[in-house]
């Protein structure tokens, strides 16, 4: 099993973030392209539809060849890894943007996400969270708060269903990132991990899509199709979630989840330049307090403390 030992290699630790940061930079433009999919031609359903129907015939010859692992890992925890990287975390996180702008799922959605992962790592796996950390995780939220701002409390405009849908899609991924943790100590391997999440969700979700859920595929542009497939089924379902295991098999769950704070602040850069949006002041406020939240609650200011 990959060690929680707060003493984790400066090495160790400077590759676990890299993958960490590979799969948060793949995280931002999935909010962006799923607020454009959903507002525009397509449903949440299509989305959910498009991403798993690829992903999964992609990733099938390695479940054919390497099974189920339902013995390697057991069945519950092999179903909280489905849900929690499956069609009901995709389903609740892409519903909320029918609600909420990206920029809300960009802050609450990673933004929370490592405050319920460190809950679930301290109550199921034990993970020790230095002082240090706990106050980057502290940090976080308040950076996000200053992100979304009085949309928060702007009840009249809708966005608190978006907010509730947001926090729970939080929950199942932290969910997954825990019980990952645990099954990759029973040699349940990154790759294997998104096969099987990509298989069993197509499996069971695209005939009940067919046959029950309304779907707007055939009105929607191919070109939006295309990008939305190859983007959903191999960049996100494939390639950051093999990213992101590999930083929670390295860092821990409650280390490796703490990158994910990093999107929102990485989205709001990236807009400046591709969509002309210049940040208020205040939102350096809230960019300069999830920054060094991140900073203290992954680790990096105590594996630079021994390189000392």
Do not use: N
């Not at 969509?275 to 609650?297: H, N, Q, R």
């Amino acid at each position: 099993m990959p060690s929680t030992d707060p003493t984790l290699p400066p090495a160790s630790y400077v590759t676990g973030a890299l993958w960490g940061l590979f799969a948060i930079s793949i995280w931002v433009g999935w909010i962006l392209l799923t607020r454009f999919g959903v507002t525009t031609s397509l449903s949440p359903f299509d989305i959910t539809a498009l991403r798993f129907g690829c992903a999964g015939a992609l990733l099938l010859p390695i479940v054919i060849r390497q099974g189920f692992a339902v013995r390697q890992v057991g069945l519950p925890l092999l179903a909280v890894i489905c849900a929690g990287a499956g069609v009901p975390y995709v389903l609740i996180a892409s519903g909320g943007l029918q609600f909420a702008p990206a920029a809300h799922a960009g802050a609450l959605i990673p933004g929370t996400m490592p405050l319920w992962t460190a809950a679930l790592a301290m109550l199921f796996l034990h993970e020790p969270i230095s002082e240090s950390r706990r106050v980057g995780l502290l940090l976080i939220p308040v950076g996000i708060v200053i992100f979304v701002g009085a949309g928060l409390t702007d009840f009249a405009a809708g966005w608190w269903r978006g907010h509730l849908l947001f926090l729970l899609a939080a929950l199942c991924w932290a969910s997954f990132t825990v019980a990952m943790r645990r099954a990759g100590a029973k040699g349940f391997t990154a790759l294997h991990a998104a096969a099987v999440v990509s298989v069993v969700s197509a499996a069971w979700y695209l005939p009940v899509y067919a046959l029950w859920l309304p779907h707007r595929l055939a009105a929607a542009p191919w070109s939006a199709l295309i990008i939305q497939t190859v983007y959903q089924g191999v960049f996100v379902a494939i390639v950051s979630l093999y990213a992101y295991t590999r930083a929670v098999g390295i860092l821990g769950a409650s280390l490796g989840a703490s990158f994910a704070s990093l999107v929102p602040v990485l989205a709001m850069l990236a807009a400046i330049p591709l969509l002309g949006e210049t940040p208020k002041p205040v939102d350096y406020i809230g960019i300069a307090a999830v920054t060094l939240g991140v900073f203290l609650s992954s680790g990096a200011y105590q594996a630079m403390a021994r390189r000392r």
